[in-house]
């Protein structure tokens, strides 16, 4: 294949991951942002699926917009594996030539899409927040934050395709479903054996959650390190738990090992748009803005009234968390009874 004939490269790819059969959420996000890309350049949205006999989620993958389904069916691609995905997925790109390829910044998208860029020897950008389509050229403008989220870096890549990204969950709007839609199933075969994968899937174990994720909740009480100790958290759980909510947190309370990596909002960690985003002690650093500031309605409580979280807020109570979250939990258990 020469990746630099940038003419012979066609649509745009959604890398439809799944877990178990089930696609993950980013999917649909990129579905939905690969229609936009794919209705400018005037080319077919597909998604590339493989798995095991997954061939269930075929439709949803069409009626969510995709035109073309690319997929390989092999149980070698039950689980999923570094070699195995990595393989079919080059070996498809290089038979049927996308020129983007979007990939979610899950942990496997982030594990495979690297490899494949590698393999393809093209560019990649990683962790996008925002793509459009070079109205001069049509070429990818892929773009994230960068220098510690103090500006916002645009990447093209304009020798080779195809043109690769990661994106982050969270952050593109959900394709609409259409139950009508139609669209064509391409059945890739690719010569898959077990000497091509060197790991071995023995169990998975899932980490019991008894909280939503993040990603999941349309209304997060998130802590900063306003709250003092850990047990702030259980203050802030008990008000999330009213309101049928999760915890998130900022980077500093997870560095200080108050809770989890996985509740992290931000810039590293993740990017939430719930209906309701509650700061509680949070000062509202550029890199926790990043993740969150897009929510619905931003409420902030914090002792300091000239807090930058204040300037992104919908809603400021100026306030001690030990004095303001108790009240409203009592205010909506009232409201309950
Ligand atoms: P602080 O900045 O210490 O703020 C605590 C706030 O609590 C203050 O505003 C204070 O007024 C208020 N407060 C104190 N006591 C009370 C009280 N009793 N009641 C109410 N309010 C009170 N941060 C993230 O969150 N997410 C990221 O993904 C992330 N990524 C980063 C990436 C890079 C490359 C770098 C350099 C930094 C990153 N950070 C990230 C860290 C970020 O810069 C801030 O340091 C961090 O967000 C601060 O956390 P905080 O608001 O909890 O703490």
């Not at 066609?10 to 942002?33: D, H, N, S, Y």
């Not at 989220?149 to 593109?172: D, F, H, K, S, Y």
């Not at 900063?224 to 049928?244: C, Q, R, S, T, V």
């Amino acid at each position: 294949m020469d990746n630099r004939d940038i003419k012979s490269f066609k649509g745009v790819w959604v890398f439809a991951e799944q877990r178990q059969g089930v696609l993950t959420p980013v999917v649909i996000e990129l579905l939905g942002e690969g229609k936009k890309l794919a209705s400018k350049i005037g080319v077919e949205l597909c998604a590339f699926l493989a798995g095991d006999n997954v061939d269930d989620l075929i439709p949803e993958l069409i009626q969510y917009g995709a035109d073309k389904v690319y997929y390989v069916n092999n149980k070698l691609l039950h689980n999923y594996t570094t070699d195995g995905y990595a393989k079919v997925l080059e070996k498809a790109v290089e038979e049927y030539k996308p020129e983007i390829i979007l990939i979610g910044a899950t942990h496997i998208g982030r594990d495979l899409a690297p490899r494949i860029a590698s393999k393809l020897n093209t560019g990649l950008t990683a962790d996008c927040t925002k793509l459009e389509i070079d109205e001069e050229d049509g070429k990818l403008l892929q773009t994230r934050p960068a220098f510690g989220g103090n500006l916002m870096a645009t990447i093209i890549c304009p020798e080779t395709r195809p043109q690769m990204c990661t994106v982050r969950p969270g952050v593109m709007d959900k394709a609409i479903k259409d139950t009508s839609k139609t669209g064509d199933i391409i059945d890739v075969k690719v010569d898959l054996s077990e000497d091509d994968i060197r790991t071995e899937v023995l169990d998975i174990i899932k980490i019991k959650k008894d909280m939503i994720p993040l990603t999941d909740a349309d209304i997060i009480v998130s802590g900063g390190m306003g709250i003092k100790n850990a047990d702030g958290f259980k203050l802030l759980k008990e008000l999330a738990d009213i309101l049928g909510g999760t915890i998130g947190a900022s980077r500093a309370t997870v560095d200080a090992g108050w809770i989890d990596r996985s509740r992290q909002v931000g810039q590293t960690g993740t990017t939430v748009r719930p209906k309701v985003y509650i700061a509680c002690g949070i000062s509202g650093a550029i890199q926790h803005l990043a993740g969150m500031q897009d929510s619905g309605i931003i409420v902030a409580i914090n002792t300091n009234p000239n807090a930058p979280i204040f300037d992104v807020a919908d809603y400021g109570i100026v306030g001690d968390i030990y004095e303001v979250v108790p009240q409203l939990i009592e205010l909506l258990k009232d409201g309950a009874r």
